[in-house]
């Protein structure tokens, strides 16, 4: 496999695999006391695991402000330190939230807030542009969003990013974001489970990067087992839009049924499941970047292993769908 993707039509060039850091930046809820995090983290260990994913190859780091409320933009720039300029970092903006309380306060969709927010994350990254600035809000009106679009491109202009994206599940939506120059990307969901074909085309015709989010699963797909969560961890108490997990019980028996009945698949070619679960992704369109989680060494190591693997074949992926009856 090609081990490296061109994002859109920007020139910027990452590694095929991205690493995501939402759970790098700790725990932290929303006002009523609902977990936004995945749990308590060592931010040493967070540190060890990018550099350790630096040394193997993986270019590209997506994060966002509201992820630990700044803290996984902090623990990254930090990280990232004088090798800032031999990486992508992609980052998003849209979500509120009280740095001091570790409490996410809502969303905000204004124009106004877009450069508030950059300037923001520029100072937590410690660098002085953002290579991929993505749209947070998912289900944000479409109208706005054209004039958020239209923002983005003053930013390019100004230098202040390369390029942008919107994190949308829903292809008209980020066909808006597509119509602008810069826009080189959508990042949405995908992985065994969850496909999307709609949104592969869509990004075959604008010609954009298919950044993967979940690609794992959150978990299901590298072996998560059934058995109660940590309090502070988003899956102990899952809100409706999140699979899979149910409250006090940990991962659901019928997903890990799933899983079981493909593992044999996924596990080909020596790939641990994790691996398999990138390769399917990489099988269904070599526009994808599956960025998955992680929060220690051993994780990063073994993701990142997957690049070596590559894709799953196509034969594969037909046997998949039919131990799915899909
Ligand atoms: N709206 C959005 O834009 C949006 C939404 C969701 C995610 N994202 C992005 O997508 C990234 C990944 O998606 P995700 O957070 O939903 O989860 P995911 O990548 O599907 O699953 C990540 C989790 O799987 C476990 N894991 C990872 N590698 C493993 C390995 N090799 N062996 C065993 N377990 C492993 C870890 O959980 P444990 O540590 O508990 O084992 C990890 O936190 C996020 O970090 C974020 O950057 C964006």
């Not at 044999?264 to 994808?288: C, D, K, N, V």
């Amino acid at each position: 496999m090609e081990t490296n993707r061109t994002l859109g039509s920007s020139g910027i060039d990452v590694s095929a695999l991205g690493f995501g850091c939402w759970a790098i930046g700790g725990e932290w809820s929303s006002p009523d006391g609902q977990p936004l995090g995945w749990g308590k983290v060592d931010d040493e260990e967070s540190v060890r695991a990018i550099h350790r994913a630096l040394d193997l190859g993986v270019t590209f780091f997506d994060t966002a402000d509201t992820y630990g409320t700044g803290h996984s933009e902090r623990v990254l720039g930090r990280a990232l330190g004088k090798r800032r300029a031999d990486v992508v970092v992609a980052t998003k903006w849209g979500n509120v939230f009280d740095e001091r309380t570790r409490t996410s306060l809502g969303q905000d969709d204004s124009v106004e807030h877009v450069r508030e927010a950059l300037t923001a994350s520029l100072a937590r990254l410690g660098t002085d542009h953002v290579d991929l600035y993505q749209l947070h809000l998912s289900d944000a009106d479409p109208g706005r969003a054209a004039q958020l679009r239209d923002v983005c491109e003053e930013l390019v202009g100004e230098g202040l990013i390369r390029a942008y994206a919107w994190s949308t599940d829903d292809p008209a939506r980020a066909a808006v974001f597509a119509e602008g120059t810069h826009c080189a990307a959508v990042q949405h969901a995908l992985n065994v489970f969850q496909d999307a074909p709609e949104m592969l085309a869509l990004c075959e015709e604008s010609d954009l990067a298919s950044i993967n989010r979940s690609p794992l699963a959150m978990g299901l797909l590298a072996g998560k087992r059934q058995g109660p969560l940590e309090a502070g961890d988003i899956r102990s108490t899952p809100p409706e839009w999140l699979p899979g997990f149910t409250a006090g019980t940990g991962a659901d028996s019928d997903w890990l049924s799933r899983v079981d009945a493909i593992r044999e698949i996924l596990t080909s070619g020596g790939r641990t499941l994790a691996q398999g679960a990138l390769g399917w992704i990489w099988a269904r369109s070599p526009r994808t970047v599956p960025i998955p989680g992680f929060r220690s060494v051993a994780q990063a190591e073994q993701n990142a292993g997957a690049l070596a693997k590559g894709p799953l074949t196509a034969a594969q992926l037909a046997e998949i769908d039919r131990v799915l009856g899909r």
